[in-house]
């Protein structure tokens, strides 16, 4: 199969599906093929889209508008990046669509390759149908490690681009219109002190001694989120959530650590205050290192933040919460664990949800996929929106 695009080709969401799941769009890779064949695509139905990259040039977003392009509309955002196969025990060719027994299996077929899917297969009816309202295309890059892959694009929204209406993030949600999730900071500490023989911790400072006082904090701050649930919150769990993901030094026994690296993050819930638990480790790390400079003048500890991705708050009765209810049949909200990329919409002042196709159980395992019904049920929810924004 080839992975280019022919002007005016038409594609049902399976087909292109299979092209979209050829890209090797892991997030440590480019997303450049992926997206020049889009714009290909978008170009052979005379539909013009504009790249934003990345600092390096190695990766991008696109912005596409169908209908109007004096006025804002209705964005349908989804992630081009991918997570990993490595590790995972695959039956099949991640790389390659596999459709048996009603299901649709690739690495992003339901996270999120599935909902972009639907959203450019579609372009022709979108096209004839004469919309009132434009339909946007958001294609990021990045999602899956710091969902920094939409600010240059929502920056220039209001700008250079049209003020969107509302926006439509296509997380899978089994079409139930998510109108909130937490909001996760994550940060990477080095603890550098000075290497000595056990026997004399007077000549240096273990960095592991001080990293464990670190990690031991979190997990104090842990306990007590815990203990304070938001019983209204909709969460599961209904309380911030704070992890020690990886912790790493030392190289013997007798010997004091002359560095230690740990990564962890925080979870909060929307009405929580993010800087707080930052500004607690912070306070301790200054505390911890006056003391190892005691006996080690040069040990310091250094702590960066390597993703900061907004929460999602309710925002009830906005235009984007009644167009999704009205597209998906729903009259209710849910809140998920998970965080996307809705945040950064919001925190600009857009009205957003996140809805769309397939589970998220399926997403990031071995064999993921989509069921054919699934997709049906997007390309539905797809067919109303194009009526909707015919309507104007």
Not at 37 to 48: C, I, K, Q, R, T
Not at 93 to 105: C, N
Request: charged letters at 20%.
């Amino acid at each position: 199969m080839t992975a280019s695009a022919q002007a005016g080709q038409r594609l049902t969401p399976l087909e292109m599906l299979a092209r979209l799941v050829a890209f090797d769009t892991v997030s440590d890779r480019s997303n450049l093929p992926l997206i020049a064949f889009v714009e290909d695509y978008l170009a052979g139905w005379g539909v013009p889209s504009r790249r934003f990259p990345n600092a390096a040039g190695d990766k991008a977003a696109l912005f596409a508008t169908i209908g109007p392009q004096d006025r804002g509309g209705i964005v349908l955002s989804g992630h081009t990046d991918v997570v990993p196969v490595a590790g995972q025990a695959w039956s099949r060719d991640p790389f390659t669509l596999h459709v048996a027994e009603g299901r649709a299996y690739g690495r992003g077929a339901v996270d999120m390759k599935g909902f972009l899917a639907l959203a450019l297969a579609l372009v022709p009816d979108f096209l004839a149908a004469d919309l009132q309202t434009p339909i946007h295309l958001f294609l990021s890059y990045d999602e899956e490690v710091t969902c920094l892959g939409v600010v240059d694009g929502i920056a220039a929204m209001g700008r250079t681009l049209p003020r969107p209406r509302a926006v439509i993030v296509g997380e899978p949600t089994m079409l139930d219109i998510c109108d909130a999730h937490k909001g996760v900071r994550t940060f990477h500490t080095v603890v550098r002190g000075v290497a000595a023989h056990s026997s004399k911790p007077e000549r240096g400072a273990s960095a592991v001694h001080a990293g464990a006082l670190l990690a031991a904090e979190l997990d104090r701050m842990a306990e007590e989120a815990r203990a304070r649930p938001d019983r209204n919150a909709r969460f599961d769990p209904p309380y911030d959530t704070i992890h020690v993901g990886t912790f790493h030094g030392g190289i013997a026994r007798n010997i004091l650590a002359d560095r230690a690296e740990m990564s962890w993050e925080i979870r909060t819930l929307p009405a929580s205050d993010p800087q707080a638990g930052p500004a607690r480790f912070a306070a301790l790390a200054d505390k911890v290192v006056a003391r190892m400079r005691r006996t080690a003048p040069g040990a310091a500890i250094e702590t960066a933040m390597t993703s900061d991705v907004p929460g999602l708050a309710p925002d009830p009765g906005s235009e984007a919460e009644r167009l999704a209810m009205r597209l998906s049949g729903r009259n209710h909200t849910i809140a998920v664990a998970y965080a996307t990329e809705a945040g950064h919409f919001q925190q600009a002042g857009l009205p957003t949800v996140v809805c769309g196709p397939g589970s998220i159980d399926q997403a990031h395992q071995p064999d993921e996929y989509i069921t054919l019904d699934e997709l049906a049920a997007g390309e539905a929810f797809m067919r109303r929106l194009m009526a909707e924004c015919r309507a104007g």
